[in-house]
């Protein structure tokens, strides 16, 4: 009986646990930095799973910085995109979102992009995706989460 009881009340520390664990990381902002080879793209180290529906997502870009150019100058008539991918239970990835393109630093908050059809339920797991359209190598810091800001 004893051990029982043990075992009932660390079962109950852990969900408690855990479901404060999966909503402060639903809610949380991710900053992910992007290290792009030349005319090429990058995902996230991160991954995001979303436990309730959301209609829109969250990113900004917080600074960037091309080969042979000063932190945050942008090459002229250059922009970087950034966008969500579905993270499938087979490991492939599926454009999830509209495209954000930035050709400068934005300020925290009001940088809402929509999910596509089908996408941003619950239960739905993303990752990030950047490139740009100059061919020089170059690394941002996009900042992220599977919620509106």
Known sequence: MRK???FLALLTTMSILSSVY???SAMSVISSTFIVSAGG???SQQTCFQSTYHSQC???MRS???NGYSTNVMPNGC????RLYLVSNGGNYYPATTVATFTAPT???QYNY???AGYGGAGQTFIAKTNSTSSLAFNAVIEWKTEPY
Do not use: D, L, N, T
């Open 107 to 109: 300020s925290v908050g």
């Open 22 to 24: 999966i909503s402060v």
């Open 58 to 60: 969250y990113m900004r």
């Open 114 to 116: 929509s999910f596509q």
């Open 64 to 66: 960037f910085r091309f």
């Open 4 to 6: 029982m009881k043990r």
């Open 41 to 43: 793209s990058e995902y």
């Open 79 to 82: 922009h970087i995109a950034s």
